[in-house]
């Protein structure tokens, strides 16, 4: 089944900001939006964000999502140590009935 | 607080059948799907199926259509998911998450290695 498409790998510096894309089609970022998941090595996925910029209690203000047709966008500024993850986006695809994931991005913070 | 618990690791042999249990606590068992989710060694993320506990009711991944079953046990609070005519492909860390907006609970995983 068709993923989305995300970039393998991000790095930026410390303190700075970061903006991970995941692109979609108009069935599935472009229809619902998307959701974003982090993962530190070994431990399941944590949501962040769902439906373009909803976020669950306790995830940090310092992240925030977007979307812009079929791409859907997050930003993390002030990067710190622990911002350093794998990224994955998610949706809903309506004409495949199914939930598609993004390759994921490996974030790095320098 | 909400907790999804997963049954232990699993070392299948090639062709057998694998079952997974996820047991569920601290919200409405009935009210959320429960996907399940499964990442290979060093891969992504990818989407097996869900099932909804209030009704059993399934939907599954083309890829796993004809080999795998998504079951829940409302007694008990858990769901299953079983998957046969395994092959070393099939190797990976199993998760069950729930839906509620996205999938903003997961289980802690269950790794499965398949090896003759």
């Known amino acids: 089944q068709a993923g989305l498409t995300q970039p393998p790998s991000v790095s930026t510096g410390l303190r700075q900001t970061a903006t991970l894309t995941c692109t979609g089609n108009?069935?599935?970022?472009?229809?619902?939006?998307a959701a974003w998941l982090q993962q530190h090595q070994g431990h399941p996925p944590k949501l962040l964000s769902y439906?373009?910029?909803n976020r669950p209690s306790g995830i940090s203000e310092r992240l925030s999502a977007s979307r812009s047709g079929n791409t859907a966008s997050l930003t993390i500024t002030g990067l710190q140590p622990e911002d350093e993850a794998d990224y994955y986006c998610?949706?809903?695809?309506?004409?495949?009935?199914?939930?598609?994931f993004g390759g994921g991005t490996k974030l790095t913070v320098l | 607080q909400v907790y999804l618990v997963q049954s232990g690791a699993e070392v299948k042999r090639p062709g057998a059948s694998l079952k997974v249990s996820c047991k569920a606590s601290g919200y409405t068992f009935s009210g959320s799907f429960m996907h399940w989710v499964r990442q290979a060694p060093g891969q992504g993320l990818e989407w097996m199926g869900c099932v909804n506990p209030g009704n059993g009711g399934t939907q599954y991944a083309q890829k796993f259509q004809g080999r795998v079953t998504m079951t829940r046990d409302t007694s008990i609070s858990t769901v299953y998911v079983e998957l046969s005519g395994l092959t070393s492909d099939d190797a990976a860390v199993y998760y069950c998450?729930?839906?509620?907006?996205?999938?903003?609970?997961w289980g802690q995983g269950t790794l499965v290695t398949v090896s003759s």
């Open positions: 439906r373009n910029n």
């Open positions: 998450a729930r839906e509620s907006g996205g999938f903003d609970y």
């Open positions: 998610s949706a809903w695809d309506s004409s495949l009935s199914a939930w598609v």
């Open positions: 108009s069935n599935n970022v472009g229809n619902e939006g």
